[in-house]
Nanobody, 120 residues
């Protein structure tokens, strides 16, 4: 069993900051790429930022220069530092991880989602 548990969402004013965390736990052999997605009401889920096990990162154009993704491989945890938040960043943010469980195989797992609301 592998679980991703997110934390750090909330309500913030425009221009403010939030930091999201997501920890993978359970019977894990290794964690490959990790990332953050978001889904706003009536919109499709979109990739916000990703990071490989080797710490290579990629970002959606809409968040470049404002968001920073990082990870702690020893803790199987990924972070998303969000600065200069805008109302259009309002969404449910989901953590995703490409995990190899101890029993073998390889699957992508999702967190339960955390709400981020940015007021104008």
């Amino acid at each position: 069993q592998v679980q991703l548990v997110e934390s750090g969402g909330g309500l913030v004013q425009a221009g403010g900051s939030l930091r999201l965390s997501c920890a993978a736990s359970g019977s894990i052999f290794s964690v490959n790429a990790m990332g953050w997605y978001r889904q706003a009401p009536e919109k499709q889920r979109e990739l916000v930022a990703g990071i490989s096990s080797g710490l290579t990162t990629n970002y959606a154009d809409s968040v470049k220069g404002r968001f920073t993704i990082s990870r702690d491989n020893a803790k199987n945890t990924v972070y998303l530092q969000m600065n200069s938040l805008k109302p259009e960043d309002t969404a449910v943010y989901y953590c995703n991880a490409d995990v190899v469980p101890r029993g073998g195989g390889r699957s992508r797992y999702w967190g339960q989602g955390t709400q981020v609301t940015v007021s104008s």
